[in-house]
C-alpha cells in the first residue's frame, strides 16, 4: 500500500486536467504491455508498428529500468492543454535535467545510441524527442482523441459536481477502485509500500483512457506532481456510442429533438458529431445547440478547431430528475 499524505491546504490546491502527454506515454505503455485488453486489436496493429519506427520514443517509454522521465509528462497547468502546449513544456526541459532522467532510465544497461545521445547533445535528442512525439500523436492518437477526449470531460464535469454540492473532500471518493481516500491520505493498492507528502506542491489528477485499469504514481516535474489515473467508462472507451431516447418528460418540456440533443451531451459532441450521432442537417443541430447554450443548459469549449458542447450542471440536473422520474433511458 503506499499512501500519500495531505495537509489540509492540499486539499485546495487539488485540481484535475486531461493532457494529452499522458495519453501518449499511457498508449505507448499499453503497447509494451501485450494486454489485449487495454486497446483494441485494431489500434494496436497501427500504432505497434509506428512506434517501433520511432527509435527515441520508444527507447524511453519506458526505459529497461520501467522508469519513464518525468520530463516526457509535465503537470498541466490548464485544466485541457493542447499537445503544441506541452510539446513547449518539453523542449524547454533544462537539458541536465534531461540527461540526468534519461540516464536513470537506462542506468545499468547497455544503451542505444539514440539514448547515449542525451548525454553527448542533449539538446539534439531532446528535439528529436519532441518531433517523434508529434509524429506519434498524429497517427496513433489524434485518430482516438475526441473519445478520449469526451471521456474526460466526462470524468471532470462529475467531480465537479460533487465538489460543488459535498465540498473538496468528495473529489477523492470513489475514485478508482485501486484509489482509496481515509480522509487524511489517498491510498495506492499496489504490492510495494510507502508514504509520501506532497511537500506543498500542487497534486493534478488525470484521468487518462490509455491507462486501461492501472494508476500511475505521481510524476515529479516543476509545475506539480500529477497522477493518473483511468476515469469511470475506461471500459467503454472503444464502443460506438449509441444515443440514448430522452426521457418522455424531457421531450415534452423541451422537444423531441432538443432533448435528445441534451441526452446525448453527457459528453462533449461537436456540431458534427450531434449531426451524425442523430441524423440531423449540421445546421439543425448548430440551432437546437445555440438554443440550448442561450438557457443554460449546455456550453461550448474549444477542442483546437472544434467547439465542443456539453451539458452545465444545469442541464445535468434537468436531464437527472427526468430519468428518475422516468427511469433509464432505453437506447
Not at 497547468?77 to 532510465?105: F, G, H, I, K, M
Not at 535528442?125 to 519532441?130: K, Y
Not at 476515469?231 to 423531441?256: C, M, Q, T, Y
Request: charged letters at 20%; proline letters at 9%; glycine letters at 8%.
Amino acid at each position: 500500500m503506499i499512501r500519500i499524505e495531505f495537509a489540509p491546504a492540499d486539499l485546495l490546491r487539488l485540481r484535475f486536467a486531461h493532457s494529452p502527454m499522458a495519453e501518449v506515454v499511457a498508449s505507448c505503455l499499453a503497447l509494451r504491455s501485450r494486454s489485449a485488453r487495454l486497446v483494441p486489436a485494431s489500434w494496436r496493429a497501427r500504432a505497434e508498428p509506428l512506434l517501433r519506427g520511432l527509435t527515441t520514443l520508444g527507447a524511453l517509454v519506458p526505459g529497461p529500468t520501467g522508469y519513464v522521465p518525468d520530463f516526457l509528462t509535465p503537470a498541466p497547468v490548464a485544466a485541457r492543454p493542447t499537445l503544441e502546449q506541452e510539446l513547449r513544456v518539453v523542449a524547454a526541459t533544462p537539458l541536465d535535467r534531461a540527461a540526468y532522467e534519461v540516464d536513470r532510465a537506462w542506468a545499468g544497461h547497455r544503451a542505444p545510441a539514440q539514448i547515449e545521445r542525451f548525454a553527448a547533445d542533449p539538446a539534439a535528442a531532446l528535439a528529436a524527442t519532441v518531433r517523434e512525439v508529434r509524429r506519434y500523436f498524429a497517427l496513433a492518437i489524434a485518430p482516438s482523441w475526441p473519445r478520449l477526449r469526451a471521456l474526460a470531460e466526462g470524468e471532470l464535469t462529475r467531480r465537479g459536481l460533487l465538489a460543488a454540492e459535498r465540498g473538496p473532500r468528495a473529489l477523492l471518493a470513489d475514485l478508482h477502485p485501486r484509489l482509496d481516500w481515509d480522509g487524511e491520505a489517498l491510498r495506492l493498492a499496489y504490492a510495494k509500500d510507502g508514504e509520501f507528502g506532497l511537500d506543498g506542491h500542487p497534486l493534478t489528477l488525470l484521468p487518462t483512457g490509455f491507462t486501461g485499469s492501472h494508476v500511475y504514481t505521481m510524476t515529479d516535474s516543476p509545475t506539480g506532481r500529477a497522477l493518473w489515473y483511468a476515469p469511470g467508462g475506461h471500459g467503454r472507451l472503444w464502443d460506438r456510442p449509441v444515443p440514448a431516447e430522452p426521457p418522455a418528460a424531457l421531450a415534452a418540456l423541451l422537444g423531441p429533438t432538443r432533448a435528445a440533443v441534451l441526452a446525448l451531451l453527457a459528453e462533449p459532441f461537436s456540431t458534427g458529431e450531434v449531426a451524425a450521432a442523430l441524423r440531423l442537417a449540421p445546421a439543425t443541430a448548430s440551432h437546437h445547440l445555440t438554443t440550448l447554450r442561450d438557457a443554460g443548459l449546455v456550453t461550448g469549449e474549444r477542442d483546437g478547431r472544434r467547439l465542443r458542447y456539453r451539458r452545465t450542471g444545469l442541464g445535468e440536473q434537468l436531464v437527472g430528475e427526468d430519468q428518475a422520474v422516468d427511469g433509464p433511458a432505453t437506447m
